[in-house]
């Protein structure tokens, strides 16, 4: 594998104070980008930064409010500045916070205040970010734009109504970016994550809901930030270079099975066939 795959591309990544895009910076720069780590914490942003560097890498931290357009304008105009490029973009900042997820239920009991959250951060967010990083890619006449989604975005929940439509729409952004500017050089995909925990998430998740989302995974055990920055540094990279508008399933095989299959397997098993 070419380790290098990203020598002198730079790579805007928001969320990247913690969780899984901190890891995807990391990895990222350990391929050659150059790091941009945008997050409204600037505490957070600027250590991961400060990892990056001792690890031998470039990184920056730009305190950012992907809501916000001025912030956004801010950010791009600073990165900009700095590095004098902007290569990949990478629209992983969401909002689910515990206060997030009390507010973020089923249609009848939605905080109305919670769905506006989850659309300006989640979705608003990243095409204030296409918006600029944009133009600066068709300078160069090559870039890729990354949206992070997930499976809540493909398939109905009993709860996180507007997190699930934010991560839907991201999608269809995807889509979107790919056909407008595709013959421009830009290429956009969405990266549909599973269940990988980091060291900020999920930690409030009871054992027998993670228990119940590893039994429906293909997979002997739940993603992990590596595996999730990894398939990001294909997408990132010229190895994908002829992959765009596409979603990239990374879920250990979660969306891709009938709603009834752990339950069945658990009855072939005691059956001792899997013929009925």
């Not at 305190?63 to 001025?70: A, F, I, L, M």
């Not at 109305?112 to 918006?131: E, P």
């Not at 990354?146 to 493909?154: A, F, Y």
Request: proline share 3%.
């Amino acid at each position: 594998m070419n380790t290098k795959k990203l020598a002198n591309r730079v790579a805007v990544i928001t969320g990247a104070g913690g969780g899984l895009g901190a890891e995807c910076a990391r990895v990222l720069a350990s391929h050659g980008a150059k790091i941009v780590v945008a997050d409204i914490n600037s505490e957070a942003g600027l250590l991961v930064a400060e990892q990056i560097i001792k690890l031998g890498g470039e990184a920056i931290s730009i305190p950012t409010d992907v809501s916000q357009e001025t912030s956004v304008q801010a950010m791009v105009s600073a990165a900009m500045a700095h590095f004098g490029r902007i290569d990949i973009l990478y629209n992983n900042a969401a909002i689910l916070s515990a206060e997030q997820r009390a507010g973020d239920r089923d249609v009848i009991n939605m905080d109305v205040d919670a769905w506006d959250r989850a659309m300006a951060v989640n979705l608003r967010g990243a095409m204030l970010c296409s918006k600029h990083c944009i133009p600066h890619m068709i300078t160069l006449g090559k870039g890729s734009v990354i949206n992070v989604t997930s499976g809540l975005g493909t398939m109905g929940d009993l709860t996180l109504s507007a997190y699930a439509a934010s991560k839907a729409a991201l999608i269809m952004l995807a889509k979107s970016i790919a056909a407008q500017y595709g013959k421009q050089g830009v290429r956009a995909n969405a990266l549909l994550i599973g269940l990988a925990p980091a060291e900020n998430a999920h930690a409030t998740m009871p054992q027998q809901l993670l228990d119940i989302i590893r039994d429906n995974h293909l997979t002997p055990e739940l993603g992990t930030p590596k595996q999730i920055a990894d398939a990001a540094a294909f997408l990132a990279s010229d190895e994908s270079s002829f992959v765009t508008g596409s979603v990239l399933s990374v879920d250990g095989g979660f969306c891709s099975h009938t709603p009834s299959f752990a339950a069945t397997r658990e009855l072939f098993a005691q059956m001792g066939s899997n013929t009925m």
